[in-house]
């Protein structure tokens, strides 16, 4: 089901200027003031909401009942994540979209809350309080706004037809019947259901769509977006002359000469789906097309140069979200795809470099991943790409770790002397000097002759003495100069790479390490290399209760991040008691001030829960430390992974004076037997960093007392603070 959600907020008078694309890209934030869901009390939206529920005459009002509360906890954990945006121009442009679709239904307009999910999926979704998130996977997927506004149709419709509420109640129903077949029946039966309302929402959002000046045929194709969402928001074939130069020509036996055609499932079987497939959804709605006039319809009725730039925002934006997941290639490919519309934007150009530079350290081991990962099994095979990025994918798996390595550097280096105030391409490429010296690479290396050669002149010679002889940087340099006169034709492609910056680049002569090893080539025209060891840390203490503290100094102030608190009892249908973890979260935020307090510890609480209507920039802070632990965590958290999703990490410590970010929660669980455990945590993070300093997990075969929770929060702060 394309489902949207969003918490709507009054636009009109709302000036927000363009970014200039052409030059740089900043990532989408939220501005102006924060809607009424930022800063209402949960606890009384509920009540009210099932206080209106009780006056109605309706049937299921206790399960009805069980759904506002699951929803409004959704959706406040929705738009209080760090990913909902508010004000920004995407949302801008989605709220005068349903301007145009509801022009003539201002009440139904005014029900709608619409936002944008800042989400690599292609996906919408709604609730029936009127919610709508639209993922920006999906707005760079669509092809024109007539697409996108098909889709808000079908959303509308969800919420006019109430079939989140009405699925929610037939799911339960099912999940208290007895079934004497197989297991697979309940399902079915459920997923019957739920394609039942998605053809009703196709269909009813075609009748609201055909009452705009939209082009009809849009709404057909916007089922080839969701067909084929699973591929890059464009194919264009991946050219091995984007990474070359006039003296680089890498091997053809790197790239595919034909890619593999892309799959067509549309008439996939739909049985345990919640979707019917796309063939059927389409055929509808070609049918209903056939019946009506499409004179004078258009594509876009907001403006189709504003739509192509919101879309390329999204674009952009989608490739910081690639990154945010540790999915390097295809961060890598929508950042090529953008380079060849926008040839001098810095951010694509930075992001290209990251990617690079996150591949090399992959192919060194680096970089891990693990079932918890979003690539569980690191970065894929080239055979299970479909069409062009099939190009990219064969050329990463193709590429030797440390060959990959001298290439990055070479396009890290050259970016970075196209943009020499970026710190953060200049950042990358003095990590990927280090690399090269890590396996044993020099510019000696740099410096042979053909053996095919059939003269060898004097100057030759020469060349070959110096180079069998230590030599200093600078004759090194000399050598490669003189080489530069006759045409090694053995030399292996990636040793000329680097020539005219050898000859012409002091920077580059500077950074890059004078004496390397030598290397042997394979038979297969590959090199292999050495790599040199990496050193463990021993400062990490453990103890038996899973606690450690590594950290050379004391720690006198924290950045609070969210404390969290949440009961769980399977003794009960409703297993999540949301009403009793709120009241327990509420006063587990006091009990951590009071302890820092007590202690003469210095707290700084950053939590979207606390925020008022004028703390945006809260919010948006927020947000970039949750993309950072975000990327921190599709690993083990020990690891030390690095964080390639945010440039604004060192902003942060400097506006909140400490590089310590501090996350604790309770869990309260009870299970069908009445066992309970209560779970504590306390972790601290040097952002800076980009390691763990101090964890503590501990497990308590005792109920949740408030004595318990204040002594083990008080000995956290009392060893952060002096240090075990």
Known sequence: ???????????????????????????????????DVFTQNIRNVIQKDISD?????????????????????????IVKSG??????EVTVYLNKVADVILKNNPTLR????????????????????????????LIAQVETEAQLAYILCHEISHYTKKHHIEGYVKNKKLDRQNYDRNGDDKLIEKCQYSKEKESEADVEGFRLFEQTDYNLKQAEKAFDVLQYAHLPFELVEFKKSFFETEYLKLPNGYFLKEVSSIRNNSNEDDTKLTHPNTAKRKQT?????????????????????????????????????????????????????????????????????????????????????????????????????????????????????????????????????KFPSNQNINAYSDSLFKLVSQVNWGIVDFVRLSKKTEVVTETAKDTLATAAEPASKTDLIASIQKENNFKSYDTAYYKEMYLDLFMNDKEFIGKFPANGSSTTSSSS????????????????????????????????????????????????????????????????????????????????????????????????????????????????????????????????VGKYGTQYVFKTGIVNYKSRSGKKRTYYYAFVYDIKKNEMIYKKFETFRDKDSKDLINAKVYQTFYELKHKK
Request: hydrophobic letters at 30%; proline letters at 3%; one cysteine or more.
């Open 285 to 417: 709605v070609v049918d209903l097309i056939a019946n009506r006039s499409n004179a004078g319809k258009v594509n876009a009725l907001v403006g189709q140069s504003q739509f192509e730039y919101i879309r390329d925002l999204t674009r952009m934006e989608l490739c910081r979200l690639y990154l945010k997941r540790r999915d390097y290639p295809n961060a890598l490919y929508a950042a090529y795809v953008l380079a060849n519309k926008y040839p001098n934007n810095q951010y694509v150009a930075e992001v290209i470099s990251k990617c690079m530079y996150a591949i090399s350290l992959y192919g060194k081991g680096s970089i891990r991943y693990n079932s918890d990962s979003y690539l569980e099994n690191g970065i894929p095979s080239h055979s299970d790409i479909e069409s062009y990025p099939q190009q990219l994918y064969h050329f990463i798996n193709k590429v030797p770790s440390n060959e990959w390595t001298m290439l990055s550097l070479n396009y890290v280096y050259r970016t970075h002397k």
């Open 525 to 652: 025209g590959f090199s292999s290399y050495s790599t040199s060891s990496k050193s463990s840390d021993s400062k990490t203490k453990k103890s038996k209760k899973g606690e450690y503290i590594k950290t050379e100094d004391k720690i006198q102030k924290v950045l609070l991040l969210e404390p969290f608190y949440l009961k769980i009892d399977e003794s009960k249908e409703e297993e999540f008691q949301y009403f009793s973890s709120d009241k327990k979260q509420e006063n587990y935020i006091v009990t951590v001030n009071n302890c820092a307090q007590k202690q003469n510890f210095e707290l700084v609480t950053l939590d979207p829960g606390l925020v008022t209507s004028s703390d945006v920039d809260k919010v948006n802070d927020y947000s970039v430390i949750n993309d950072w632990f975000s990327e921190k965590f599709d690993a083990d958290s020990d690891d030390k992974n690095p964080i390639f999703n945010t440039n604004e990490i060192d902003n942060l």
């Open 53 to 77: 529920l009780n006056k109605n005459h309706e049937n299921d009002k206790y399960i009805k009942s069980n759904y506002l509360t699951e929803a409004n906890y959704e959706i406040e954990k």
């Open 1 to 35: 089901m394309i489902k949207f959600i969003i918490p709507f907020v009054m636009l009109s008078g709302l000036a927000i200027s363009q970014q200039n694309l052409k030059d740089n890209f900043v990532p989408l934030k939220s501005s102006g003031t924060l809607p």
């Open 110 to 137: 005014n029900e709608l809350h619409i936002y944008t999910l800042k989400s690599p999926v292609v996906n919408a979704y709604s609730y029936d309080k009127g919610y709508m998130f639209i993922d920006i996977g």
């Open 83 to 88: 990913n909902t945006l508010i004000n920004d």
